[in-house]
């Protein structure tokens, strides 16, 4: 491998030659490396780690069924009450760690000032997860008040 050349005639010529040096001294540090961590790849010590969750169980919030009739009375899980009532449950709910889910069905005749007074009582308490009920159909539907089970003595 030749850097210079005393010929007059090439002297002008590229030199298409490559260095290989150090492209090799490169390759023999890898290999150095190499060796040396290989062996700190095989040892290994075998443990049964414990095997945990990573998903935190919330828990559900509660519903509450809110409805408003033809005639414009509340009723809170089939019991009627007036607006400062559902007011006051409105805010014991909302100060729960979790808020309640209530879902607002409302007869298609109830004048809108009747439920944006009841929406806003609950923003108001902090109970912000708020459902409305519709009837796919069209159809009007009754909403039943559930049957109280007797008290067991």
Known sequence: MAFASFDDKRAGAPLAEINMVPLIDV????????????????????LELPK???????????KIDLSIDA????HWNGQA?????????FSVEGAKPTPPLVQLSVDQSVPYKLVAETLADASRAGV???GFVTDPGGEATVVKPPVPTPARP
Not at 83 to 89: G, L, N, P
């Open 52 to 62: 945990a969750s990573s998903q935190v169980t919330q828990p559900k919030p509660d």
């Open 27 to 46: 390759m023999l540090v890898l290999l150095v490396i190499f060796i040396v961590a290989a062996p700190l790849l095989t040892h290994s010590v075998k």
């Open 81 to 89: 009450l007036s607006r400062e009532e559902a007011a006051a449950r």
């Open 128 to 130: 912000s997860q708020i």
């Open 71 to 74: 005639q414009g009375v509340r």
